[in-house]
């Protein structure tokens, strides 16, 4: 099966991926018959498979399953050259038959634990029981991302709605939120006002007390996004990925991780200041834009309810170095497709 998960627009090989090397060619080795009539140097085509990867990734998988990674991953094992037997010698070049296959090529960009991703039509060499392979490089063959084609992929689609609703493919003015402005204004002065009436005023006072104005601002942000929903190119940004410095999202919405912080702490761990690791020197954080920053009020919370619900209903992925205490669910991620569903 395919792992569905592709880097550079190609599919990424893990353990669960259908990614082969078939007839890497020529295997030459020495074969049958014995003295005095051989050993006789023949070509044997050969055979990997993803399934078989060794030294894969630990922490990140797949399905459960490791991930192919530059250099320190290989396959275990391939087929092909068994008739040319060890007694012999094997190939001419590696003396060894049903040796490991190594890659020689990887994504220039996308890393797993730290080392690059190999991906389909990544080249890979056989037989090895040394250093070179005892055949010319072969691209392993997976799959490719439908949406680097064609349009009817998923990112192809959204590409197209963003080419044929926002001019030059940049986003369209943001509604007018002087009203929201004025009404969040509202609420921070009456909060700070119960506050000053009464410091040591309890919890559920103080919501009563400033219910009107929360109310208020609800109402306001929920005008903004109704407004926002009617804008044909800011719904079409919303699917896209934007740098967290330079986002699409208009002032009163906020961005969302794709994948959340609490897919990397432990329960409790957050309330206790717990924070994630924090992303490599110099690259960015990217995250889709959603509606409006009110965790009760429009997107936000209903994506969070989302994920949390799938999150709770999967089991957790044993992680390598468990004196970390860190655990993957990987159903969290599943869910963020369907934000769609929230425009």
């Known amino acids: 099966m ?29 074969s049958p018959p ?35 990674k530059r250099e320190s991953s290989y396959i275990k094992k391939i087929t092909g050259d068994e008739a040319a037997t060890r007694n012999f010698g094997g190939s001419v070049i590696t003396h060894t038959i049903t040796g490991t296959a190594w890659f020689q090529s990887w994504s220039p960009n996308v890393y797993v634990e730290g080392e690059e991703v190999v991906r389909h039509l990544d080249l890979c060499t056989t037989n090895h029981g040394s250093t070179p392979g005892s055949t010319p490089p072969m691209p392993a063959m997976a799959s490719m991302s439908t949406s680097t084609f064609a349009v009817g992929g998923s990112c192809g689609t959204s590409r197209k709605a963003v080419a044929d609703n926002c ?37 559920q006072d103080f919501s009563t007390k400033t219910a009107d104005e929360r109310a208020d601002t609800q109402k306001e942000y929920q005008a903004y996004a109704r407004e926002l929903s009617r804008d044909d190119c800011r719904n079409a940004l919303r699917c896209g990925l934007s740098p967290y410095k330079k986002t699409s999202c ?75 205490g860190r655990f993957a669910r990987p159903s969290r991620v599943a869910c963020v497709p369907s934000r769609r569903s929230f425009r």
């Not at 050993?39 to 922490?59: C, E, H, M, T, W």
């Not at 409006?292 to 997107?299: F, G």
């Open 167 to 203: 001019e030059d493919g940049k986003p369209s003015p943001c509604p007018d939120s002087k009203k929201l402005d004025q009404s969040k204004k509202s609420l921070r002065t009456k909060r700070k006002q119960v506050r000053a009436e009464n410091p040591d005023i309890s919890d």
């Open 250 to 324: 208009c002032p009163p919405q906020t961005s969302h991780h794709v994948v959340d912080v609490s897919s990397f702490l432990l329960p409790g761990e957050r309330k206790k200041g717990g924070r994630p690791g924090m992303v490599a020197k110099g690259t960015t954080w990217t995250k889709p834009c959603v509606s409006v920053p009110k965790a009760m009020t429009t997107t936000p919370g209903r994506m969070a309810c989302c994920i949390s619900s799938s999150a709770r209903s999967s089991p957790k992925a044993g992680m390598s170095g468990a004196t970390n």
């Open 2 to 30: 395919t792992s569905h998960v592709f880097a550079n627009g190609r599919e990424v090989l893990c353990a669960v991926s259908t990614g082969k090397v078939l007839a890497a060619f020529p295997d030459v080795c020495l």
């Open 34 to 68: 014995g003295p005095p009539a051989g050993p006789i140097p023949l070509p044997y085509p050969n055979f990997a498979k993803a399934a078989d990867v060794a030294n894969g990734s630990r922490q990140v998988l797949i399905k459960g399953k490791p991930v192919i």
